[in-house]
């Protein structure tokens, strides 16, 4: 499985980005996919998460209201739609895909076994 994440940039705070994330190998519509960031100097931290169909969804509070995850079966796809940026969304974002089919901690980064390269947005306030 392989994963490649694509769509950052910068942008300036109140603005919007489209991250993607490209999947190839095995059956996508099987796995769990999820993403995470990371910012300079810190840990990388749970963002949202996706079940095997869009009817299951999770945020992390700090991106609530503001972050959509979807998917795209059909294409392999995975996307996050960035709203309201503020400069504190700043980092590399990756994509992972959980693959073992059963998913316990989805907010867990150890809980996936394949990611993406990353993909840095920079918000400028």
């Known amino acids: 499985v392989q994963l490649q994440a694509f769509g950052g940039g910068s942008v300036q705070a109140g603005g919007s980005v489209r991250l993607s994330c490209a999947a190839s190998?095995?059956?996508?519509?099987?796995?769990?996919m999820a993403w995470f960031r990371q910012a300079p100097g810190k840990e990388r931290e749970f963002v949202s998460f996706?079940?095997?169909?869009?009817?299951?969804?999770n945020y992390a509070d700090s991106v609530k209201g503001r972050f959509t995850i979807s998917r795209d079966n059909a294409k392999n796809m995975v996307y996050l739609q960035m709203n309201s940026l503020k400069a504190e969304d700043t980092a590399v974002y990756y994509c992972?895909?959980?693959?073992?089919?059963?998913?316990?901690?989805?907010?867990?980064?150890?809980?996936?076994?394949?990611w993406g390269q990353g993909t840095l947005v920079t918000v400028s306030s």
């Open positions: 992972a895909a959980d693959t073992s089919g059963s998913i316990w901690w989805f907010n867990m980064a150890n809980q996936y076994d394949y």
């Open positions: 190998g095995g059956l996508f519509s099987t796995y769990y």
């Open positions: 996706i079940g095997r169909s869009e009817r299951r969804t």
